[in-house]
C-alpha cells in the first residue's frame, strides 16, 4: 500500500488522503458505534478536561450508573497505555458520555438506539458552552502533536466505518468537506479556506 504524499498549511501537515478520500458518517448503518467501540477513550487535553469537568453537571443526569461510577472512582480522564489522555470508559470500551437514544435527523426519519454524546446534547440545549472533545469531531481524522510543534493530520479507517465511507462515495464528498465545521473549529477559516485552494490544485 502507498503511502499518500503530504501537503502543509501553516504548521499543519496533511495526509493528501485526507482530501482525496470520500466519507459521510451512515448512522442507519453504524449507529454511532465509534462511541462505544475501540480499547481506550476519545483523546483530549488539559484544556479540554477543565471544559468537560465545567460541564459534567449538566451531562450528569444523562449518564449510566456505571458511567457515574467511573467518573467518580478516577475522574473524566485518564492516562492510556500509550501516554495520552483519553475520556474514561465503561467495561474497557464504551465512552462514560455515551447515551443512548432514538436519533431523529434533518430529513424527517429516525435511527433507533443511536449512541449520542452526553456533552454534544446538553450543548445543543444551550445549557452548557462545550460541545465534545475536538478529536470526536475530527473523526475520522486524526492528529497527532509533534515535538516541534507542528501537527499531522491523518485519515483514519476503521472496519466499523465502512458504511461511511460507501455513503461518501454516493455523495461524492470529500473528507475534508464533510468535517468542515470541526475543522474550521479546530484551526480557523481562514486555514480552511487555504485548505480548500490546495485541494483544488493537488486534484
Keep these: 500500500m502507498?503511502?499518500?504524499p503530504i501537503?502543509?498549511?501553516?504548521?499543519?501537515?496533511?495526509?493528501?488522503?485526507i482530501i482525496t478520500e470520500e466519507f459521510c458518517c451512515d448512522l442507519?448503518?453504524?449507529?454511532?458505534?465509534?462511541c462505544v467501540e475501540g480499547d481506550a477513550g476519545a483523546p483530549v487535553?488539559?484544556?479540554?478536561i477543565g471544559e468537560i469537568e465545567g460541564s459534567l453537571e449538566q451531562a450528569w443526569p444523562l449518564l449510566s450508573a456505571s458511567a457515574q461510577a467511573v467518573i467518580d472512582r478516577q475522574g473524566v480522564a485518564y492516562t492510556d497505555r500509550d501516554g495520552d489522555l483519553v475520556t474514561s470508559i465503561v467495561g474497557g470500551k464504551d465512552c462514560v458520555f455515551t447515551?443512548?437514544?432514538d436519533l431523529k435527523l434533518d430529513d424527517g426519519h429516525t435511527v433507533s438506539d443511536c449512541c449520542l454524546c452526553a456533552l454534544e446534547k446538553v450543548y445543543r440545549q444551550g445549557r452548557c458552552q462545550f460541545c465534545k472533545p475536538i478529536s470526536c469531531a475530527l473523526y475520522p481524522i486524526r492528529e497527532k502533536q509533534f515535538s516541534d510543534g507542528s501537527i499531522g493530520l491523518n485519515y483514519h479507517r476503521w472496519d466499523?466505518?465502512?458504511?461511511?465511507?460507501?455513503?461518501?462515495h454516493q455523495?461524492?464528498?470529500?473528507?475534508?468537506?464533510?468535517?468542515?465545521?470541526?475543522?474550521v473549529r479546530r484551526f480557523g477559516q481562514n486555514w480552511y479556506d487555504e485548505l480548500c485552494a490546495v485541494a483544488q490544485v493537488f486534484l
Design 2 to 4: 502507498s503511502i499518500p
Design 7 to 17: 501537503l502543509q498549511i501553516g504548521d499543519v501537515l496533511i495526509s493528501s488522503d
Design 28 to 34: 442507519d448503518k453504524c449507529h454511532g458505534a465509534c
Design 45 to 48: 487535553n488539559i484544556d479540554e
Design 99 to 101: 447515551v443512548h437514544e
Design 160 to 168: 466499523i466505518c465502512e458504511s461511511g465511507r460507501r455513503l461518501g
Design 171 to 183: 455523495l461524492h464528498l470529500s473528507v475534508y468537506k464533510f468535517l468542515r465545521g470541526p475543522l
